[in-house]
């Protein structure tokens, strides 16, 4: 058990190691070049090609790639994530600065998920061969394959255009205005949560019905407990470990930022970042950014299934 | 009961219950969509807008306070003085900190922390810096109360700073070619020496906000960005560059602003924008949409407004490749091209872009109207011209071709959207005159690379739209990103380092539309167009001027105020 | 056995490939009571009880319409768009549904919506045939490869999917970018790249489930060699539920070059993408919202089809069920 936790934590190291060499050598390769586009803005005349070149030579990136490998990985055993090379600041603190959206929006999905998921999952469920349950079922299917761009401009459209209700851009840092920030919420939490809800609830449905099939279940069921009962008892016990396995899951993805739903909304969060970040080219910012997304995605994991341990005592039998 | 559910699961359903309802519902989904759809453009302009309110139309008194919620469609790459680069940037910064002069939107000077300034000879510049200015106070430098003047020793600090190389500022290698030396006379005097006469001087000074010597000393050349403390009219407050930018009204500074509150709130979204606009949750949109910007004007609540100077966007030959360094080549494409037309295609709006016959802006000095006589659109004028160097279309598939070669390349873009729908109808329009012209819109990153490179065989770009623009877009000795075409015309250099010498406006001018006119003859650029970006402005809010580069809210003609709602 | 279980644990599998969304949550998928592989964290083991559930139901043939439908439409849409997609004429801009001529519309180029949607599924269709293909035979083979020798190779290969499993989309779409320049070809290839993983899984875990079966034994102990046995015994006995899985894969390819198109990183215009006519449409929301709705209602819709034939495909497997 110890051995298996180690040998999983090295393992955690090992993929965080090659990720960032693949994303140091890619964000080299890719054509375009960082102080290019960074002056491409300035006046007419600032930055001559000389003085790129030594922006260049300044940043380093006239070095051979290993060695510039190198010394980023000597940097990161230091915790030191590098400086964005378009606003010169620690990469560690524009990160820092993203994380409260990114997890505000994470957090506010993760419920809605977990809500739409249970609710759906039941109604699936219990509403076999009625007309409620196939209605959720053809909603589900549509959920599921519904692009999350396209449910967001869909909802800024009814809400936001059509209805006039709610706001359909931006973050209100918390504490601001009160009933501002969570209405600009409601849209992209609502677009974030629609995929993973609806997943959720084909994953609810899939193992009620392998339970409900279960000698246990059945025995209860001639034992005259009803429905509600056997459901609670002990239908739902068997279907939370999957449920809480998966919505943590998703959470670290979202930990890592949304890129799409945060593009949508012009929500400032560590998926935006990312997609500025490769616009510019600003290489420090992209790798700090993707080993961020990255450790979060795999710590998650990590704690997932120690949870999963700890929540499933015939796991110890073995 | 047990049996019964048992069963459910395993008895076969009614065939296809689930996926016939799925379809269904998606089809009603779709049909009842494409009803709203068609019905949206007759009941679209109905409910908007809720706390946005018809104001009168009376001249209200000016009120104090409040706030000014402007949104921007780019996010502020940075607050440092000294390494910002992107409009965005400077419209923020300047409100923060300030240069010796400005340039208001007609492009003539206005003093802000200089109120004189004169030449006792060509080489030297004298500033005279206000009485009064202090630096802000209430922050980790100069703690509340603090009354710090900005002296000449500040100026000194910032112009040494950008010019030493170690700091990589933006404008030093624009600035460190240019001046020789700058020292302080006495403790509001400046004297700049530059190293030849200089004419673009005061614009280039324009663009260095003066930074106080007191925190260089205690936070570091490197750390400004981090500590915006500057002598302008309001104080950062919070920021958050993607997403919000808050500042507060400077109560020390020498002209008290109206508004308590400026934010910068970014909406990278620009239809976004104009929806926030319309229902009052902000109350400027710096750029609007182009196709909502009749039904903006329209609506009484809000007025549109557009700078009084454009952008240049031009599609260039890059010379460097045959058959472009052919003039013949090049005048016969020009003929091809209706720009007027296509112009009319991409714009929905008048205000929005003008035809551009030159690369000098209306609103910058040489702006040269009389340039569209030397263009015409005649595309049967065009194929003799072609026909004249050997390109005819022997084997009538529609394409020239000479020595066995066609026609044949490549029209680049950048992938926005109107500079890539004027290659799509230049192209067309090449097309019929019998040239096999394929449009390639790249990513921004890629598309300057690719022009650096010199790889692009023909392509649309924009730049070069200040006072000093010409020197950089064709001056052959100064190698700049906006130099993109191979162009070397000894005429065009001697003329236009002339101009950068002569401090004299009339006769630089005069100089300036004389190479204008070289430039044109010389078919370097197909001028595309002036852009002019329409801001979005709601009534109620007051002595509002959009700007192209400089956003003034405060200054001697004008104190921004928002009519309380 | 396949013990049958849920379409989630697909949908999931599938979605993760290339958005690198977890695969984990099908680790978490166990059959209560019954007894689960002691390597907790070995998630080759645990993808073997990816369940294919199914409640099976007659005629489902009927399910493969759609799908099919899509696939026809994608292969000869060329050939029956009313209009040529490329065809622009900037004074039929943004012209209402129902316009004579266009009955989508047009966009904001004057070309006709309707065409370009129906060029739009072929884009979409060929992309995900064409990522599914050479993922599928890159994943399968290096899945039951592995699966079948085992060793170092194995648990190398298997961390080296975990990595991949941990990169986001947004850098992914990078990658498109690295491999010269954004493109049809380069989407291909970075979604297969970080599509295989998931096949690679799956058939690793079947080969495991399946090695020790008496007719391997059997046909081991007649002397076949290693390749003989995987590609003639191995290999068809573990196609049905990879196909399954790769019915659904379409799906979510569809739907990750329809976001990474959104993005600007997948499709370059002019191409007829429904992700990038998404991101085009976006801007016209209040003019003409057309232009966005319908692009993604094709999207979802062919989305839906292809789980509806991953879902027959599937039930086909496990008749002997029903």
Wanted: hydrophobic residues 50%.
């Amino acid at each position: 058990m110890q051995t298996a936790v180690i040998k999983r934590l090295a393992e955690m190291g090992v993929a965080l190691l090659s990720l960032s060499f693949a994303i140091f050598s890619v964000v080299r390769l890719v054509p375009g070049d960082p102080f290019q586009i960074l002056f491409s803005g300035a006046a007419p005349g600032a930055g001559d090609a000389g003085f790129l070149q030594s922006l260049h030579n300044a940043a380093g990136l006239d070095r051979p790639l290993l060695v510039q490998y190198a010394g980023y990985l000597g940097q990161l055993l230091h915790g030191n994530l590098g400086v964005s090379l378009r606003s010169g600041e620690p990469v560690i603190l524009l990160i820092g600065r993203h994380l409260a959206p990114t997890l505000e929006l994470a957090g506010a999905a993760l419920i809605l998920s977990l809500g739409m998921g249970i609710f759906f999952g039941l109604a699936l469920s219990l509403g076999r061969k009625r007309w409620w349950g196939e209605l959720a079922g053809a909603a589900v299917s549509f959920a599921v394959a519904l692009p999350s761009a396209g449910a967001g401009i869909l909802l800024i459209y009814i809400f936001g255009l059509q209805l006039g209700w709610l706001p359909t851009f931006g973050w209100v840092a918390q504490g601001w205005s009160w009933p501002e920030a969570p209405r600009h919420l409601i849209l992209p939490a609502l677009t974030l949560s629609i995929h993973p809800g609806a997943v959720l609830a084909r994953l609810i449905e899939s193992n009620l019905a392998t339970v409900l099939e279960e000698d246990y279940v059945r025995t209860a069921y001639a034992k005259g407990v009803g429905l509600v009962r056997v459901l609670t008892r002990h239908a739902l016990k068997n279907t939370a470990l999957p449920v809480v396995t998966f919505a943590a899951l998703e959470f670290g993805t979202f930990a890592g930022g949304a890129v799409v739903v945060e593009t949508v909304f012009s929500w400032p969060g560590l998926g935006r970042l990312l997609v500025d970040a490769v616009a510019n080219r600003d290489y420090a910012l992209i790798q700090g950014a993707t080993l961020f997304a990255g450790a979060a995605f795999l710590a998650i994991n990590f704690c997932a299934d120690l949870m999963y341990l700890a929540l499933d005592p015939r796991l110890r039998y073995e | 009961m047990l049996t019964k559910r048992h069963g459910s699961s395993r008895a076969p359903r009614a065939p296809l219950s689930g996926r016939v309802l799925a379809g269904l519902t998606a089809i009603a989904l779709t049909v009842a969509l494409a009803a709203v759809l068609t019905v949206a453009p007759g009941t679209g302009g109905m409910v908007y807008g809720t706390t946005g309110t018809v104001l009168a139309e009376a001249k209200a008194r000016p009120q104090d306070g409040g706030a000014l919620k402007i949104a921007m469609p780019y996010t502020v790459g940075t607050l440092d003085p000294l390494h910002f680069m992107a409009d965005a940037d400077f419209h923020v910064i300047t409100q923060i900190y300030e240069p010796l002069v400005l340039f208001n939107e007609e492009g003539n000077p206005i003093p802000r922390l200089a109120t004189s300034w004169r030449n006792p000879d060509p080489n030297t510049w004298v500033f005279h810096l206000r009485k009064g200015a202090r630096w802000q106070a209430g922050n980790e430098v100069f703690p509340k109360r603090t009354k710090a003047e900005v002296t000449a020793a500040d100026v000194v600090t910032t112009l040494n700073l950008v010019l030493n190389p170690d700091n990589k500022a933006t404008f030093y290698s624009k600035l460190a070619r240019v001046i020789k030396s700058v020292e302080a006379v006495d403790k509001r005097t400046v004297k700049v020496v530059t190293q030849a006469p200089y004419a673009f001087l005061l614009e280039d000074l324009g663009h260095i906000p003066i930074v106080s010597k007191q925190v260089v000393e205690r936070v570091g050349a490197g750390q400004l960005g981090r500590y915006p403390i500057g002598s302008g009219p309001f104080k950062l407050l919070e920021s958050r560059p993607d997403n919000q930018i808050t500042l507060s009204r400077n109560d020390d500074y020498y002209l008290k602003p109206r508004l308590a509150r400026v934010i910068f709130q970014i909406i990278p979204d620009k239809s976004v924008a104009a929806m926030a606009l319309e229902s009052g949750d902000v109350d400027v949109v710096t750029q609007l949409p182009p196709l909502e910007i009749p039904r903006i004007s329209a609506d009484k609540r809000f007025t549109v407004m557009a700078p009084a100077s454009g952008s240049y966007r031009y599609i260039a030959f890059n010379q460097r490749k045959a058959p472009f360094d052919d003039l013949k080549i090049r005048e016969a494409i020009a003929m091809a091209v209706d720009i007027k037309s296509a112009l009319k295609a991409i714009f929905p709006a008048e205000s929005l872009a003008q035809p551009a016959w030159g690369p000098v802006p209306p609103g910058i000095p040489g702006y040269d109207p009389g340039l569209q006589k030397m263009w015409t659109y005649n595309p049967e004028k065009a194929r003799e011209l072609l026909a004249a160097q050997g390109w005819v279309d022997a084997d009538k598939d529609g394409i020239l071709e000479k020595d066995g070669r066609k026609f044949s390349f490549v029209l680049q873009a950048p992938n926005d959207a109107n500079r890539s729908k004027l290659a799509v109808i230049v192209a067309d329009q090449l097309k019929a005159v019998g040239l096999d012209v394929k449009v390639k819109t790249e990513e921004w990153g890629m598309h300057l690379q690719d022009l650096a490179a010199g790889q692009a065989d023909m392509f649309v770009m924009g730049g070069g739209s200040t006072p000093d623009g010409l020197l950089y877009l064709f001056h052959s000795g100064l190698v700049s990103r906006d130099h993109n075409t191979g162009f070397r015309n000894a005429e065009v250099d001697q003329l236009l380092d002339k101009a950068k010498a002569t401090t004299d406006a009339a006769a630089r001018k005069k100089l300036w539309q004389e190479a204008q006119r070289l430039i044109v003859e010389n078919r370097v650029h197909l001028p595309g167009y002036y852009e002019f970006v329409n801001a979005g402005v709601a009534k109620y809010v007051h002595d509002f001027k959009p700007a192209n580069y400089t956003l003034l809210l405060v200054a001697p003609d004008r104190n921004v105020w928002v009519e309380k709602r | 056995m396949m013990t049958t279980k849920s379409m989630a644990a697909e949908l999931m599998a599938a979605k993760s490939m290339a958005n690198s969304i977890s695969a984990r949550a099908m680790a978490a998928e166990t059959v209560p009571g019954k007894p689960i592989d002691p390597g907790i964290f070995d998630r080759g083991e645990r993808m073997g009880e990816l369940h294919l559930f199914l409640r099976c139901r007659r005629r489902h043939w009927l399910r493969w319409i759609p799908a099919i439908l899509i696939l026809a439409v994608g292969l000869i849409g060329p050939a029956i768009v009313p209009q040529n997609p490329y065809t622009m004429a900037l004074n039929h801009a943004l012209l209402p549904v129902g316009s004579p001529g266009h009955p989508l519309g047009t966009d904001d180029y004057g070309r006709d919506l309707l065409s370009r949607l129906i060029f739009g599924a072929r884009t979409s269709v060929w992309l995900g045939v064409m990522v599914v293909a050479c993922a599928g035979a890159f994943g399968t083979l290096i899945g039951a490869a592995t699966g079948y020798f085992g060793g170092l190779v194995d648990s190398v290969i298997m961390r080296l999917a975990d990595a991949l499993l941990a990169f986001p989309l947004a850098v992914a779409a990078l990658f498109v970018a690295a491999l010269l320049g954004p493109g049809t070809g380069n989407l291909i290839l970075t979604l297969t790249l970080l599509g295989w993983v998931g096949y690679a899984r799956l058939a690793r875990s079947l080969v495991l489930r399946i090695k020790s079966e008496r007719f391997v034994e059997a046909a081991r102990a007649v002397g076949a060699g290693s390749g003989r046995i995987l590609f003639r015994h191995i290999l068809p006995n573990i196609a049905g539920p990879l196909a399954s899985y790769a019915a659904l894969h379409i799906g979510s390819v569809i739907l990750i070059c329809a976001e990474l198109g959104f993005l600007g990183f997948g499709v370059q215009p002019p191409t007829p993408d429904w992700g990038l006519m998404l991101n085009e449409g976006r801007a016209y929301l209040r003019v003409a919202p057309q232009l966005a709705i319908f692009p993604t209602l094709a999207v979802t819709l062919t989305v839906m089809s292809f789980q509806g034939l991953a879902r027959a495909w599937n039930g086909r497997n496990h008749s002997e069920r029903c």
